[in-house]
């Protein structure tokens, strides 16, 4: 009779959130890069000995290992890679913007188990640019927004009418109509957009950082808005963490 096969599995991941269970234990919820978004329980996390709980706060960057069960899988192993969250933790702005991100991308993975390799590289790619202040915060947390929408089959036109495909700039922005809309298609309560701020948006969600950075703050101002705005209207509720961010 052969034996039983190994329910344990290994993948990289990133600390999306965590939540106490029971006296000692903690849920934990992180987005991996081979086997998506998953919850996994860390048994006896809580306690001070704990050999690996500083390792499992949002934001750390892990190797991880897990045993397969019928609720929750079992965490009983994890090497750091990189802690961002404690690198983030003594400047309010990047910390809330961090956590803006961490939130974004658990919302943009509903499926647990679903692969999800580009959201997983996205948020690495994000907390790293935060951790390393490599640009400004929030063009940074604009730049995610934009990228998981496109991610997500949500991708906002900036550059042509999202319904006639005119090319653009236009100066209205429709959340309903999917983006920049012409003065002929424009659906009733559409935004009105600067072709600054719609040419910052693109630039953001193409990276050209060279372009983002040369911007406004007025026009910054204004993309950060349209953008919050698109986002909530297609996750059909607001995010907890972002009327928390300090935007400079």
């Known amino acids: 009779m052969s034996a039983p096969q190994t329910k344990l599995y290994r993948d990289e991941a990133i600390i999306l959130r965590t ?55 079992t965490i009983t192993q994890v090497e750091a890679i990189m802690n961002y969250g404690e ?4 400047d309010y702005q990047r910390w809330t913007i961090a956590h803006a991100i961490l939130e974004t991308a658990e919302r943009f993975t509903q499926q647990e188990e679903e692969p999800a390799a580009q959201e997983f590289h996205l948020v690495v790619g994000g907390m790293k640019a935060l951790a390393e202040n490599r640009y400004d915060s929030s063009l940074i947390l604009d730049a995610f927004l934009l990228r998981s929408l496109s991610i997500g089959g949500y991708e906002p036109s900036m550059t042509a009418c999202s319904r006639c495909e005119k090319p653009g700039p236009h100066r209205y922005f429709s959340l309903v109509g999917g983006g ?6 424009r659906p009733s309560a559409s935004a009105t957009a600067s072709s600054e701020a719609l040419e910052l948006m693109q630039a953001l969600l193409k990276g050209d950082w060279d372009t983002a950075e040369k911007s406004e703050p007025r026009h910054r101002r ?25 935007r400079a």
Do not use: N
């Open 19 to 73: 939540q106490k269970l029971g006296e000692a234990d903690r849920i934990i919820t992180l987005l991996t890069k081979e086997h998506g978004r998953i919850r996994g329980v860390a048994k006896g996390v809580r306690r001070t000995m704990s050999k690996f709980g500083a390792r499992l706060e949002p934001g750390s960057h892990v190797d991880i290992q897990m045993h397969a069960g019928k609720t929750f899988d």
């Open 222 to 246: 204004e993309a950060s808005g349209l953008v919050t705005a698109y986002l909530q209207w297609h996750l059909e509720r607001g995010l907890r963490s972002l009327p928390m961010v300090e």
């Open 87 to 90: 690198a983030l933790t003594e």
């Open 180 to 185: 920049s809309v012409c003065m002929d298609c």
